[in-house]
């Protein structure tokens, strides 16, 4: 989890989550993770990914963060110092926490349950087995009660 600067929100709003995304395949192309899946929220990123070679996570983190920093500054937002982490094992389930990233936006009630948040993100590798656990894309009713 990476938190924006609060009590500012905005990390959701096209220009900013565009140099997000821009910014996450760039770290991709480099080699410094592998982003599984995401949820870009108003004032935090969810994030389950798989480090690369290159860097180690606070380098990884670093550049992310740093990087983006001037768009942010352009929309009146920072970073917040520091990260929260969670290592998962190998044989750990990673189903509830692809339902916690993708539920996220939902349970927070920033969009209705019929719709896609334009935030979230699955690796297609990823989307190909939890994809066909939604209801169509989106969640079921009874996943956000």
């Known amino acids: 989890t990476i938190n924006a600067q609060r009590p500012v929100a905005g990390l959701h709003e096209p220009p900013v989550l565009a140099a997000l995304q821009h910014q996450r395949l760039a770290l991709e192309t480099e080699g410094h993770w592998n982003v599984r899946t995401w949820v870009v929220m108003p004032d935090h990123i969810h994030a389950l990914f798989t480090l690369g070679a290159k860097a180690s996570l606070f380098e990884c983190l670093r550049l992310f963060k740093g990087r983006l920093s001037p768009a942010l500054r352009k929309h009146q937002l920072s970073w917040q110092d520091g990260y929260h982490?969670?290592?998962?094992?190998?044989?750990?389930?990673?189903?509830?926490v692809f339902l916690y990233i993708f539920l996220n936006s939902y349970r927070a009630g920033l969009i209705p349950s019929s719709e896609k948040w334009p935030?979230?993100?699955?690796?297609?590798?990823?989307?190909?087995?939890?994809?066909?656990?939604?209801?169509?894309?989106?969640?079921f009713p009874e996943w956000l009660r």
């Open 119 to 139: 935030g979230y993100f699955c690796a297609a590798e990823d989307w190909d087995w939890f994809g066909p656990l939604t209801n169509s894309d989106v969640p």
């Open 85 to 96: 982490d969670h290592r998962m094992r190998p044989d750990e389930d990673r189903l509830p």
